[in-house]
């Protein structure tokens, strides 16, 4: 397994425009995260999938933000009608989740989106 | 809620140099304690993580140990070397939640 993946990369994208990054975790991990991470900060916590349904959202997670898990492997993040302050690296991380353990999470290399 | 403050950056040595970078939090229960590095243009790694108290950390020269008492999880390193300059962050996961992260400290090695 060559961990998670994601894509693209970069994406560079005009104010109002819809986008979308994927995220393909570690095969067989049930968790799967998605942070943001702006220039000289800590990654924020957006949400959080087990298998296929989503457990939590953070309050950063406007409206304009959807993520999906359909069948339990890969997700996807969309964010419409972007702004130029949703600029930040998206992180995507997944792990092994157990019951009762606080199992280490394993992060790609990120989507770094630009909103011009 | 959960939280991690870790001392701000950049902390700026040379090498061979002693590393200290401080990390304390606030949770309720018994969280599992990280430590993640994220080198240029990398994502982020886990560098080091201890489960419960009085456990020790280590990897690649670095050390960390989880004290409940000051609610701390200090990272150190006897001996730095130039490709140790990265960025630095403390997590911590709780009730088998999700990450939560400090802001990160910068480190820069000068040879």
């Known amino acids: 397994d060559t961990g998670v993946s994601q894509n693209p990369r970069h994406k560079i994208t005009k104010r109002g425009q819809n986008v979308t990054f994927r995220c393909d975790p570690i095969s067989e991990h049930n968790r799967l995260y998605w942070y943001r991470q702006t220039l000289g900060q800590g990654p924020e916590f957006l949400t959080y999938f087990q298998n296929e349904a989503q457990l939590e959202k953070s309050r950063l997670l406007s409206d304009r933000f959807s993520a999906e898990r359909p069948k339990g492997s890969f997700s996807t993040l969309e964010i419409q009608r972007t702004e130029q302050g949703d600029s930040a690296m998206y992180l995507c991380?997944?792990?092994?989740?157990?019951?009762?353990?606080?199992?280490?999470?394993?992060f790609g290399q990120g989507t770094r989106l630009t909103v011009v | 809620g959960d939280s991690v403050t870790q001392m701000e950056g950049p902390v700026t040595l040379s090498e061979e140099a002693f590393l200290t970078i401080n990390c304390t939090y606030t949770?309720?229960?018994?969280?599992?304690l990280f430590w993640y590095v994220q080198y240029p243009g990398e994502g982020l790694q886990l560098l080091l993580k201890?489960?419960?108290?009085?456990d020790k950390g280590s990897n690649k020269g670095f050390e960390a140990t989880y004290r409940k008492e000051t609610t701390s999880f200090h990272l150190e390193k006897g001996s730095v070397q130039v490709s140790d300059s990265a960025v630095y962050f403390c997590?911590?996961?709780?009730?088998?939640?999700?990450?939560?992260f400090g802001g990160g400290t910068r480190l820069m090695v000068k040879p």
């Open positions: 201890a489960t419960k108290a009085d």
């Open positions: 991380a997944s792990s092994p989740w157990d019951r009762g353990s606080n199992t280490e999470a394993f």
């Open positions: 997590a911590l996961i709780n009730a088998g939640n999700m990450l939560t």
């Open positions: 949770a309720t229960g018994y969280p599992s």
